[in-house]
């Protein structure tokens, strides 16, 4: 009898927080956790952070881009800040994949233009009047005297713009921003330019030697090297340009260096091109960089050859992004040069000597 009133006297006196963990529920592996108050479930947690985050891509893809919503000027002078119309004059084709397209402006808005905008390599961003899309494009000669400004463009799979050129004829309009600088030409700054291009990457260098290079008064001691490559001898650039670089280039081979590469080609190809990607020992010997071989007599009698000073060199790579990382490693952030890599780097290029445009 007493031991029975001590034990009812004991569970009397036992923690309230005993009898709380005996009577709250269990818990299994297969039970959700307990959810504190105010606390917002995961699966709520995770459906809101989804909806946040699909609404930030939202706003950042489709809200319009202030250059495609840039007005359109046709007497102004030309500006990147806003649109200029212009006439095709031309679309030939010259190749299975490329045209070269002619635009005409108005003489007038070339007097009222700024000349200095247009020096050394520029571009200009067309406008894809269809699905609002523009994309770069260097023009070969630049702007003429009589407003003419000739492309070469080639048409991709998935290049909206490029495709949408392909299909204008004569009379139709086409708009424009222009002129935006890709690279500025330093006077009596190097002493050798190494230009590496690839496909349509060419045209910033015709451009260059439309400008700078066929005028041996501008740094008539600089000499310049072209390594160009494309997958095959028809999607080579124009004949019309090639040409006139050649017999520049036989007339001035201390000024200008022509070398074409192919990835393949027929047996009945020019003797000039090199069947083959562009590579290091390519560049090298291109630009210089090869050290002679000394005779064994002259190693035995100590003869040394006198050291000479190093050469002042920029490269320029222009091309589709797989040779440009090749050659001199991917762009930064937000498209910024980035480090030098790929075979401009195993060369011990500086960065302040390489420039991707």
């Known amino acids: 009898m007493q031991s029975l009133a001590g034990s009812s006297l004991r569970r ?4 309230a927080s005993q009898l709380i963990r005996r009577n709250a529920p269990r818990r299994t592996l297969s039970s959700p956790p307990i959810q504190k108050p105010g606390e917002i479930p995961n699966h709520k947690r995770v459906v809101t952070i989804t909806v946040a985050f699909l609404a930030g891509a939202s706003f950042y893809f489709f809200l319009p881009d202030p250059t495609r919503a840039a007005p359109t000027l046709e ?30 402006v108005p003489t007038e808005v070339i007097t009222a233009s700024d000349p200095s905008g247009f020096q050394s390599i520029w571009s200009v961003f067309i406008k894809d009047d269809d699905i609002q899309v523009e994309r770069p494009y260097t023009p070969l000669y630049g702007l003429d005297e ?47 330019v190494v230009i590496i291009s690839g496909g349509t990457g060419f045209a910033p260098f015709y451009q260059l030697f439309h400008s700078v290079i066929s005028d041996p008064s501008i740094s008539p001691a600089t000499q310049f090297t072209l390594l160009h490559s494309s997958r095959n001898p028809e999607e080579l650039p124009p004949a019309s340009l090639l040409t006139s670089l050649n017999d520049f280039s036989e007339k001035h081979p201390e000024r200008l260096k022509v070398n074409l590469f192919v990835d393949a080609a027929d047996e009945d190809r020019s003797s000039s091109l090199h069947v083959k990607r562009i590579d290091r020992p390519s560049i090298e010997s291109a630009a210089g960089l090869v050290k002679p071989v000394v005779p064994w007599w002259r190693k035995i009698w100590g003869h040394r050859e ?40 195993e060369m011990g290029i500086k960065s302040s000597e390489v420039y991707k445009l």
């Open 146 to 192: 009589h407003g003419h400004m000739l492309f070469w463009i080639k048409k991709y799979p998935k290049g909206e713009v490029g495709r949408w050129l392909h299909t204008k004829t004569p009379g139709e309009k086409i708009e424009f921003r222009a002129p935006l600088s890709t690279w500025n030409w330093k006077n009596d700054t190097w002493d050798e």
């Open 12 to 15: 009397a006196l036992r923690p």
């Open 306 to 345: 006198p050291e000479l000073p190093p050469k002042r060199r920029m490269f320029l790579v222009c091309g589709p992004e797989p040779m440009i990382n090749a050659v001199a490693g991917p762009y930064g952030r937000n498209m910024s040069q980035g480090v030098v890599g790929g075979i401009l780097a």
């Open 75 to 104: 007497k102004a002078p030309l500006s990147p800040r806003y649109f200029t119309p212009s006439t095709v004059v031309s679309n030939e084709e010259t190749g299975p994949n490329t045209k070269l397209l002619r635009l005409s």
